[in-house]
């Protein structure tokens, strides 16, 4: 793939309503409530028992009322009059006129009547309600959200590197995904994930998860065209955030670096050179299993240098060093230069998941 195709397609018209990452919108973190449906249908049959307990109540004194129309008062009657009379209607055509009658109108339908508009009203307020409450925690989350990450692709490689972040510490509000598809968006919702719906190659959606102020991104989609567009895009928007991505073949790695990607991971060649260590050697292959999944039994982990151990050898330290990071570079431990940490180092270690 060359560079030149890649912008043609960056710049390319597109018909509306065909591109896979079609935008919609931001979603925030989902709260445990009942489905709608559910909540409707509750309310709806609250309602009607209401509806029918007053008309129970109202056949039952049906002698005490007076029908205009002449006749006694029939079960239709008196679900008519309750319907009329929840509802505020009143018609008059049909009116209490004994005592216990009109009695019952004042210490029971009455009463009834108020909370079958309760029931109806506060329906409708709390829909509005709701909306206005999604309106402040999304304007709340656009002020504050900074120094976030964005994982654009929620699928398998997108999972697994927020599964990471978390384990290592990360808190979920720090964490924005960006995925094409709604239901994938609203599954990140579900585990309490910020999301963003939209095309990830388009400047709007990127604004929208706030990339301009993140601190990292995770550039994860299904193809490395796809990948290389998106790396161009939020390089575009910041200078400063680390930009991690993968891409399936190796070839198109310098397209990565090239598009301003920090660090591109080669998921086939990855698990590829993982299988052939895993032949030669099953015991080596699954340590390294064990160490690319954090916290299950050892870790790979990158910390400071600590006061105490400045000065030092990295073989002095009581983790296993097996780097040392000084500045913007990466130096194997066995090297010359990492004989002496410095306090401005960082160092990689391995570690017990467990911090034993």
């Known amino acids: 793939m060359s560079v030149r195709r890649v912008r043609e397609r960056l710049a390319g018209p597109t018909t509306p309503g065909t591109e896979p990452w079609a935008d919609s919108g931001i979603v925030l973190p989902a709260r445990r409530t009942a489905p709608a449906v559910r909540q409707v249908g509750s309310r709806l049959l609250l309602a009607l028992g209401v509806l029918v307990a007053t008309t129970m109540i109202v056949w039952l004194d049906r002698e005490g009322y007076n029908d205009n ?173 680390t930009i991690v991505a993968a891409v399936r073949e190796d070839e198109n790695a310098p397209l990565l670096r090239q598009s301003g990607a920090d660090v591109v991971v080669t998921s086939s060649s990855s698990a590829g050179r993982l299988l052939g260590m895993s032949m030669l050697s099953p015991h080596a292959g699954a340590v390294m299993e064990d160490l690319l999944t954090y916290g299950n039994g050892l870790d790979v982990v990158e910390r400071p240098v600590t006061r105490a151990e400045a000065g030092h050898s990295p073989r002095e330290l009581d983790d296993l060093v097996v780097a040392v990071v000084r500045g913007r570079r990466v130096i194997n431990y066995t090297e010359p230069e990492a004989r002496t940490l410095q306090i401005t180092d960082r160092v990689i270690v391995i570690k017990s998941a467990d911090g034993a």
């Open 69 to 241: 129309a002449g006749g006694g008062l029939s079960f239709l009657d008196s679900a008519y009059y309750a319907t009329v009379t929840l509802s505020t209607t009143g018609y008059g055509d049909i009116t209490p006129f004994s005592d216990s009658a009109r009695l019952t109108n004042i210490f029971v339908i009455t009463p009834l009547r108020v909370l079958f508009l309760i029931i109806l009203v506060g329906t409708t307020l709390e829909v509005l309600t709701e909306r206005t409450r999604q309106q402040w925690r999304l304007n709340r989350w656009r002020s504050t959200v900074r120094e976030h990450t964005v994982v654009i692709g929620f699928g398998t490689k997108g999972r697994s590197a927020i599964d990471t972040l978390l384990g290592q510490g990360a808190r979920k509000d720090e964490i924005v995904v960006v995925d094409p598809q709604r239901r994938v968006v609203d599954q990140a919702a579900q585990q309490g994930l910020v999301g963003v719906v939209g095309d990830a190659t388009r400047t709007d959606t990127l604004l929208r998860a706030g990339l301009p102020t993140a601190a990292r991104v995770v550039v994860a989609p299904e193809r490395d065209d796809t990948a290389a567009l998106i790396t161009l895009t939020a390089r575009q928007l910041t200078r400063s955030a």
